[in-house]
C-alpha cells in the first residue's frame, strides 16, 4: 500500500502563489505516476497536473503556464509539488494527491485526504 500526506493549501488573494506538498511513502516501488486532483462542490473531481516517477509533466489546460509539478524522490520517501502561480478565483477547490500504481497486474489508485485552497477575489 501508499500512503500520501499533502500540506501546504490555504487562503491568498486573486494573483498570489502556494505551493502544495504530496509526500508519498510505503510501497513506492509499486508507483508508476502521482497526480494532482482538485474538487469543488457539487463537480467532478478533474485532473489538474501529473508527473511519472521519471519526471515527466502533464498538465490540464487550466494549469498550463500557471502551475509547475516537480518529484523529488530518495529511497523511503517521494515528494510531488505542485506549485501554482497567477491564482484565480475559480482555482478554489480541495486538492487531492492521487498515486497511482500496478500491484499484481492491477491498476491501483491511492489518495490523500485533501488540503483546501481558497482564492479571494
Known amino acids: 500500500q501508499v500512503q500520501l500526506v499533502e500540506s501546504g493549501g490555504g487562503s491568498v488573494p486573486t494573483g498570489g502563489s502556494l505551493r502544495l506538498s504530496c509526500s508519498a511513502s510505503?510501497?513506492?516501488?509499486?508507483?508508476?505516476?502521482i497526480g494532482w486532483y482538485r474538487q469543488v462542490p457539487g463537480r467532478l473531481r478533474e485532473r489538474v497536473a501529473t508527473?511519472?516517477?521519471?519526471?515527466?509533466?502533464?498538465?490540464a489546460d487550466s494549469a498550463k503556464g500557471r502551475f509547475t509539478i516537480t518529484i523529488s524522490r530518495d529511497n523511503a520517501k517521494n515528494t510531488v509539488d505542485l506549485r501554482m502561480d497567477s491564482l484565480q478565483p475559480e482555482d478554489t477547490a480541495v486538492y487531492y494527491c492521487r498515486a497511482y500504481t500496478i500491484e499484481l497486474g492491477d491498476n491501483i489508485s491511492y489518495w490523500g485526504q485533501g488540503t483546501q485552497v481558497t482564492v479571494s477575489s
Open positions: 510505503g510501497d513506492i516501488s509499486s508507483v508508476n505516476a
Open positions: 508527473i511519472t516517477f521519471q519526471g515527466s509533466p502533464r498538465y
